[in-house]
T-cell receptor, first 114, second 111 residues
């Protein structure tokens, strides 16, 4: 079974630029999550989708971050404009459904903002 | 809000047992998880325990849960150099399936 795929693996941008990350969950997984992991910390949930609807985005800085999952499969996370403090690893995870299911994580995208 | 705390670092010798500890504050936590993260990789689920259990064993891994003290531990028997990684404790409460992670414990295994 293929795991959660993410691209790119690494991205370096200057502050105030825009960046987008892509995630393809495990086939058949209805729930998709985006986490931000700052160096030396545990992952923090940014947004959770159930199919193409948002379950929780309370931790998403909506002035600069946006995410979509238009067809209920792939998802993109965008940052516009980026700040220095956005430097982190962005992890995507998926689970079969929203109720107590194991989350499987992708390898992450490491973002460096200069 | 919910809080999950872990010690930062643990060093053991190969063949010894490792015990990684975690405390949490959310009394409504229903599942508690242990994830492993190797350099440059995503998080790998090691094991989980339901809140009405006090122990779970899975090969070299033993999870102990003290719900009264809100304390969770992961014991790795016969620790190997390949076990060197960062270990994250996480909990999910009643609010959907959202995970709250601790800061991670870096385990270093010396040959």
């Amino acid at each position: 079974e293929a795991g959660v795929a993410q691209s790119p693996r690494y991205k370096i941008i200057e502050k105030r630029q825009s960046v987008a990350f892509w995630c393809n969950p495990i086939s058949g997984h209805a729930t998709l999550y985006w986490y931000q992991q700052i160096l030396g910390q545990g992952p923090k949930l940014l947004i959770q989708f159930q199919n193409n609807g948002v379950v929780d985005d309370s931790q998403l800085p909506k002035d600069r971050f946006s995410a979509e999952r238009l067809k209920g499969v792939d998802s993109t996370l965008k940052i516009q404009p980026a700040k220095l403090e956005d430097s982190a690893v962005y992890l995507c995870a998926s689970s079969l459904n929203v109720l107590r299911d194991t989350q499987y994580f992708g390898p992450g995208t490491r973002l460096t903002v200069l | 809000g919910e809080d999950v705390e872990q010690s930062l670092f643990l060093s053991v010798r190969e063949g010894d047992s490792s015990v990684i500890n975690c405390t949490y504050t959310d009394s409504s936590s229903t599942y508690l998880y242990w994830y492993k993260q190797e350099p440059g990789a995503g998080l790998q689920l090691l094991t989980y325990i339901f809140s009405n259990m006090d122990m779970k064993q899975d090969q070299r891994l033993t999870v102990l849960l003290n719900k009264k003290d809100k304390h969770l531990s992961l014991r790795i028997a016969d620790t190997q150099t390949g076990d060197s990684a960062i270990y994250f404790c996480a909990e999910s409460g009643n609010a959907g399936n959202m995970l709250t992670f601790g800061g991670g414990t870096r385990l270093m295994v010396k040959p």
